[in-house]
């Protein structure tokens, strides 16, 4: 169970690494990704288990959803101030 959520985790936080770049204007991609990234942390925070060693099972799919919520905000910001990812 340990090692398919490690592997959940992974592929997860790998999407998060996606490399955008600006496609219309001249602005910063790097500017967007704060901004969004902080708009998306506004919009869907990131719930954190109560046991920060190990979540309890009644909180992985909080804690998954929460994860993919945050992620969707932060792609659709990207894609509205015009960046595409590579």
């Known amino acids: 169970m340990k090692k398919l959520l490690g592997l959940i985790f992974f592929f997860l936080l790998s999407?998060?690494?996606t490399e955008w770049e600006?496609?219309?204007s001249s602005n910063s991609v790097n500017q967007d990704r704060r901004y969004c990234k902080a708009m998306a942390?506004?919009?869907a925070p990131t719930y954190l288990c109560r046991n920060p060693l190990m979540c309890a099972p009644d909180e992985t799919v909080k804690v998954?959803?929460?994860m993919v919520r945050n992620n969707s905000y932060f792609e659709?910001?990207?894609f509205e101030k015009?960046?595409?990812p590579k």
Do not use: E, H, I, P
């Open 15 to 17: 999407s998060c690494a």
């Open 22 to 24: 600006k496609s219309t």
């Open 41 to 43: 942390n506004a919009a």
């Open 64 to 66: 998954l959803d929460t």
């Open 76 to 78: 659709k910001c990207m």
């Open 82 to 84: 015009g960046n595409v």
